[in-house]
């Protein structure tokens, strides 16, 4: 019985903060009505098992969490037992509601570094997301949803990695994302791990760059377990450095499943780390569409189409909504497999 009321209570009290770009952070956040209009204001005010829901649009960091003054230094934070989720219209009572969110698409939810001037990238946060070693991230903490772009990691230090994203002693999931445009100076320009374990599942990981240093121009995976599943990763680039696509160091281990990854000269880098392809996985052009409203878009003559794993995917429909279910046959429209990357 004590179980039983612990249990319910928990549940009783989880919340759902919401987020829409004309919101307004002096409202309770508490509905699409009053919602906020930043994330940070969400992530404030949040407690354990509560869920943040944030409507299509463009959101910058807002907060530096006491690094100093640098405006540059501004970033966002995953948060434990916590699910953020983007794709939202902005009338949506369900999760499962969610449509249209790709890159380009109308309800494209955009987590952007690029709070200076717009278009240039000397004045972006040098990081999307960062998690120093001290915050103790666990795979509670979930991002789903969202575009990641803008990160432009070229300070001192620890600045100079991980432009999307920046992982110390971290843990987290990441689900329907899609890194894009992210920078770093010296490595990892989507996401850098160091002593981190992640799991990412129908993710797309494209146009990153690591300009120096040892490379990584989508994942610099350092002393780390990272896991990718129904993912794509493909037109990376490190521009002095080793691994355009991965690089995997210091005994870090990167495990993809049922994901399509380029696989040419300089496209894998392994230096005492292990990398499994499994036989599931390709290394063929996914054949995005490439322009267009929705230019990392597959159609049915890419080999990503029906070529991941449904057991790995719990989402119904996937980013186009409920018209489109995420686990269908290209050939008869009915139920099928899931597609590799975020749609």
Not at 223 to 245: D, K, R, V, Y
Not at 250 to 257: D, E, P, V
Not at 285 to 295: K, L
């Amino acid at each position: 019985m004590f179980f039983l009321t612990v249990l319910l209570c928990s549940v009783a009290h989880a919340t759902i903060y919401y987020v829409k770009s004309d919101g307004n952070d002096s409202s309770n956040g508490l509905s699409w009505s009053t919602a906020f209009a930043t994330l940070q204001k969400a992530l404030d005010v949040y407690t354990s098992g509560d869920q943040i829901w944030v409507a299509k649009g463009t959101y910058v960091p807002t907060s530096t969490y006491g690094l100093g003054d640098d405006e540059r230094l501004k970033h966002f934070r995953l948060k434990n037992n916590v699910k953020i989720y983007g794709g939202f219209t902005g009338i949506e009572t369900s999760v499962n509601e969610r449509r249209n969110f790709g890159v380009g698409q109308e309800n494209e939810t955009i987590l952007s570094g690029d709070i200076g001037e717009k278009g240039w990238s000397f004045d972006n946060c040098y990081h999307v997301f960062y998690h120093p070693v001290n915050l103790g991230l666990d795979s509670t903490a979930v991002l789903d949803g969202f575009t990641i772009k803008g990160g432009q990691a070229d300070g001192d230090n620890m600045h100079n990695f991980g432009g999307g994203m920046y992982n110390s002693s971290s843990s987290s999931k990441i689900v329907s994302c899609t890194f894009t445009n992210n920078s770093a100076f010296y490595c990892g320009g989507g996401m850098y791990n160091s002593s981190s374990y992640l799991i990412s599942t129908s993710c797309t990981f494209t146009n990153n760059i690591a300009q120096t240093g040892y490379g990584g121009g989508c994942i610099y995976n350092e002393q780390s377990f990272l896991t990718i599943n129904n993912s794509i990763i493909w037109g990376n680039i490190a521009c002095e450095g080793n691994g355009n696509q991965l690089y995997i160091c210091g005994g870090g281990i990167t495990t993809l499943n049922y994901s399509c990854y380029a696989n040419g000269i300089n496209d894998v880098h392994i230096s005492n780390g292990t990398f499994t392809a499994t036989n599931h996985d390709i290394t063929s052009d996914p054949m995005f569409i490439g322009s267009g409203e929705h230019p990392y878009l597959i159609y049915g003559n890419s080999p990503c189409v029906d070529a991941g794993n449904n057991d790995y995917v719990t989402e119904q429909y996937d980013i186009r909504g409920s018209g489109y279910p995420r686990k269908l046959d290209k050939t008869t429209g009915k139920a099928g497999t899931i597609d590799m990357g975020t749609y």
